[in-house]
């Protein structure tokens, strides 16, 4: 199996983008990775692009081609890839074992969401075809609601507390503020996460991340020609993806995302680490119970001890494992098939040095982790400036 | 829209009497017709009637709502542990928000879940209800 290197990131300012369709965002996003690839387009051999419901945000199906002809493609493979909110971590998987296999050398890994075309209750049902429909969405379930669910039961195991799910969201917000490309560049204080409106109690507004229209993109190609490329190509280390029921209810423990726990340990194994030696991490921060969860799932700190580690600054810039560095879903912004390859741009860009007022100094290894539904499907991804 | 018809007729008997599903090898139970056991890859699954009591495993009050609920919230969603452990996902009924709690007893109650349209599909099926104490 070969290795793979990232060579070349964009991405576009994210947020309501009321003067740009779905293809503009992505040729945006593209044309960007590829100028910072220093490659011309012919030189991509394919495109994998996660898109999770044009069909219903924009009543497109069949974005792949569409894209690939809007980026002047000429008629190379294009894929698109349908996860949820892990449609383009899973895209960026499958682009990274394409090259691994010697199919192809050079590929383009996206992802693209247009959400501000239909009103906010059309986004949540949305949303919530990511769960079970017949069994969880049919009855009035939403995807904050089983979040909820899952929040609540986590404060009652564990003793989580309000005040630190609003922590999840501060920080965020404080790192976006330093990002020029985040949807949320203002900080907020935890009474203000309080006092917001209700979604799904025990999570108020600021608890959720936004909805967001946006698109990254990344340029992979095979590690032994990277250095052709790219000054400090940033190498993938190692990556994992598991499933989990597609209900919650189907889950013996709702407070332990099962699929975050299995990804991640296949990713480590891979890459011959341990969670200690992250020194940087993007994670889905879809909810600010999930990046809490998420802390203990990764084997960042013991079961039930997110909510301290948050509460004790482990994960702020300067902190143990900076978490989010970019704002995360909650700040930068949550166009659902763009966040995984947006992760992709911010770990990329922090192992080079480049990640601005944002910078954690002398970061080497990275994480990605992306969760689709209400925890069905989890990819991690670890990547390092030193290849393996 | 989809049509929606011949889906909601396959899983009325379902949603209409509480039937779920049982693998007779390793006596695991789903609230959904599965044809494969989840737990021990059996294909040997039967039809079952699930118990129609149960308690609050956990519960959110639903207050952005969804476009087919609109006008109808906030809401009570839960997930509720029935008597031999199936676990289902369920709107709780006849009960303030402010009334519901993690384990408290709750029984099934026959409901309107929704409408496609005005004139569209009526869709029925169960929700939950805390049990009034008698004595």
Redo the contacts between chains.
């Keep these: 199996m070969r290795d793979v290197a990232v060579i070349g990131v964009g991405m576009t300012k994210f947020g309501e983008r009321w003067d740009k369709q779905l293809r503009d965002l992505f040729v945006e996003a593209a044309n960007e990775a590829l100028k910072d690839a220093n490659i011309g387009r012919d030189e991509v051999q394919a495109l994998f692009v996660g898109n999770f419901s044009a069909g219903s945000f924009v009543g497109q199906e069949h974005v792949a081609p569409l894209l690939a002809d809007y980026l002047s493609l000429k008629s190379k493979p294009a894929f698109r890839i349908e996860s949820a909110c892990a449609s383009s971590g899973m895209a960026f998987n499958l682009a990274c074992m394409a090259i691994a296999s010697g199919i192809y050398d050079i590929v383009m890994v996206g992802g693209v969401e247009k959400m501000t075309d239909v009103?906010?209750?059309?986004i949540?049902?949305v949303h919530?075809k990511a769960m079970?429909v017949?069994?969880?969405?049919?009855?009035?379930?939403?995807l904050?609601?089983a979040f909820?669910?899952?929040a609540?039961?986590h404060m009652?195991q564990y003793g989580t507390k309000p005040e630190q799910l609003a922590m999840v969201s501060v920080k965020n917000h404080r790192n976006a503020a330093k990002n020029p490309l985040a949807q949320f560049q203002f900080e907020v204080t935890i009474e203000r996460v309080l006092a917001s409106?209700?979604?799904?109690?025990?999570?108020h507004v600021l608890d959720c991340s936004p909805i967001t229209d946006g698109a990254a993109a990344v340029i992979l190609c095979s590690a032994d020609i990277a250095k052709k490329y790219a000054d400090t190509p940033i190498y993938v280390l190692g990556f994992g993806v598991a499933s989990d029921?597609i209900?919650?209810?189907?889950r013996s423990d709702?407070t332990t995302l099962g699929a975050v726990v299995k990804a991640s340990r296949q990713a480590y194994k891979m890459a011959g680490i341990e969670p200690k030696n992250i020194d940087v991490a993007e994670l889905h921060d879809n909810f600010t119970i999930t990046e809490i969860i998420s802390y203990e799932d990764l084997g960042f700190c013991e079961k039930g001890k997110g909510g301290l580690m948050i509460q004790e600054g482990e994960t702020e810039i300067g902190g143990r494992i900076p978490v989010n560095t970019s704002g995360g879903l909650k700040a930068r912004g949550n166009p659902i098939g763009a966040t995984g390859v947006a992760q992709v741009v911010e770990i990329v860009q922090q192992l080079r040095g480049e990640a601005g007022k944002r910078q954690v100094s002398g970061a080497e290894v990275g994480m990605t982790q992306n969760i689709g539904g209400s925890g069905s499907t989890c990819v991690v991804h670890i990547f390092g400036r030193q290849r393996r | 829209m989809m049509p929606k018809s011949p889906r909601i007729w396959q899983l009325a008997e379902r949603r209409y009497r509480l039937l779920g599903s049982k693998c007779t090898v390793c006596g695991k139970t789903s609230v959904g017709p599965r044809s494969v056991c989840p737990i021990c890859n059996s294909e040997k699954i039967e039809t079952i009637q699930l118990p129609s009591t149960g308690t609050i495993y956990s519960y959110t009050v639903v207050h952005a709502l969804p476009a087919e609920k609109s006008g109808y919230g906030p809401y009570i969603m839960a997930i509720v542990e029935l008597e031999d452990g199936t676990k289902l996902t369920a709107e709780i009924v006849d009960c303030e928000p402010e009334d519901v709690k993690i384990g408290m007893p709750v029984e099934l109650a026959f409901r309107l879940i929704g409408q496609e349209s005005e004139h569209g599909i009526i869709y029925y099926g169960y929700k939950f209800r805390p049990i009034i104490s008698r004595t």
């Design positions: 009103s906010v209750p059309e949540t049902s919530a079970d017949e069994w969880e969405s049919f009855f009035g379930l939403t904050p609601a909820a669910l899952i609540r039961r009652i409106p209700i979604v799904s109690d025990p999570l029921s209900a919650l209810h189907d709702i």
